[in-house]
Structure formats: C-alpha cells, structure tokens
T-cell receptor
Framework: AQSVTQLGSHVSVSEGALVLLRCNYSSSVPPYLFWYVQYPNQGLQLLLKYTSAATLVKGINGFEAEFKKSETSFHLTKPSAHMRDAAEYFCAVSKPDLSGTYKYIFGTGTRLKVLA | NAGVTQTPKFQVLKTGQSMTLQCAQDMNHEYMSWYRQDPGMGLRLIHYSVGAGITDQGEVPNGYNVSRSTTEDFPLRLLSAAPSQTSVYFC?????????????FGPGTRLTVT
C-alpha cells in the first residue's frame, strides 16, 4: 500500500472559496506528517507539520490541517482561497522502514488552480 | 544563513556524459537527501545520508552515486547520463527525521539529457 495518497492531482477553486486538499497515509506507528508547497520553478517549503501534539495544526498563509487517526487522514484546508495560493502541494510522512530507519515519503502532489 | 544551495540551476547533457550536481547546507544538519521530481510522480528519493561518511540508497538509486565527506556537502554524481534521467533534482537537509523535523529544500537543478 502507498504510504501517502493524495486524492486529486488537480484541484480548481474560485477565489474566496474553501480549499480542501486530501491526504491519507498508511503507517503501523504514529507518523509525523507534513504539508509542503511548491511555487513554480522553486523548491518546496514547509506549510505545516503534525508531530503528535495538537491534532489541528495551523500553518503559514492561513492553511491548517487536522490529523484524524481513525480515518488515517491529514487533509489541508484554507477557508478562503487567494490567487497567490496557486501552486503544487505535497503531503509527506516521516516513518520508520523495516530496519527502523526513519525516512520521508512524499505523495504525488496536488496542483491547485485558483479561478478569478 | 544561505540554507540549502544547489548548483547548477540548469544543465543539458548528452547521453553517456557524466556530471556532478552540487548541494551544500549551512545549518549543521545530519540528514541530507536527493530527490528527483517527475510529472505525476511526486518526489522520489535517490540517495540519502545520516551523517558524514554514511550514505544509503533510496527508491531510485540506479545510475547515481553519492558521497558525504563533510556535514555540509552532499554531491550527486550521474555516472553515464541517460534520457530517463531528465528531471528536476532537489537536495534537502534536516535534523535526523525520527523526531518530526522538517526538511529544507534547495531551489532545484533542471537537467535535460539528449
């Protein structure tokens, strides 16, 4: 099974509308979870992360994500989309492999388009 | 504090040529890694290192070599370039990932192999 699954490779929303980007993970131990954003022709930068403290995590630029263990989900939301939010978003997990070595595993990304 | 730097930004190679992609970080991070990004496939781990002198293979290591002689530098070598290695390459660094530390990414190297 994939460690990280992002549903929807492309998502379009109108400016001012709710943004919801979905991420589900698989892990036999409590994972660390991350959302990164990539603007065109740039590297990835951290939006927010979950490290087993509060289940609702607030990040930069008005984004937040909620860790739901029962649903193995870590969906990213923003109440009101701005044009500047157009980018590609990656969900990632840090978890141990069979040898116990922690590694980062990335989802395949969701490209967010914001319509005027 | 420059963070993670990568050179070059762009490179065109002919099939069979070799080259080294440079990566350096100034945050004293133990963990460094190389990814390739291809459309629809996210980021795939090529090689990683948990400290100077220690490297290991990731998901797609074939055709690539790495070394880690210092904490700061983690070069990626393409031994004999192939068109399948056309991609965008990212270097990243972090403290050891077992405690939820995030990775810091370089700006990327866009490589085309003809």
């Amino acid at each position: 099974a994939q460690s990280v699954t992002q549903l929807g490779s492309h998502v379009s929303v109108s400016e001012g509308a709710l943004v919801l980007l979905r991420c589900n993970y698989s892990s036999s131990v409590p994972p660390y979870l991350f959302w990164y954003v990539q603007y065109p022709n740039q590297g990835l930068q951290l939006l927010l992360k979950y490290t087993s403290a509060a289940t609702l995590v607030k990040g930069i630029n008005g984004f937040e994500a909620e860790f739901k263990k029962s649903e193995t989900s870590f969906h990213l939301t923003k109440p009101s989309a701005h044009m500047r939010d157009a980018a590609e978003y990656f969900c990632a997990v840090s978890k141990p492999d069979l040898s116990g070595t922690y590694k980062y595993i990335f989802g395949t990304g969701t490209r967010l388009k914001v319509l005027a | 504090n420059a963070g993670v730097t990568q050179t070059p930004k762009f490179q065109v190679l002919k099939t069979g040529q070799s080259m080294t992609l440079q990566c350096a970080q100034d945050m004293n991070h133990e963990y460094m890694s190389w990814y390739r990004q291809d459309p629809g496939m996210g980021l795939r781990l090529i090689h990683y290192s948990v400290g100077a002198g220690i490297t290991d293979q990731g998901e797609v290591p074939n055709g690539y070599n790495v070394s880690r002689s210092t904490t700061e530098d983690f070069p990626l070598r393409l031994l004999s370039a192939a068109p399948s290695q056309t991609s965008v390459y990212f270097c990243a660094s972090s403290l050891l990932p077992g405690r939820g530390y995030e990775q810091y990414f370089g700006p990327g190297t866009r490589l085309t192999v003809t």
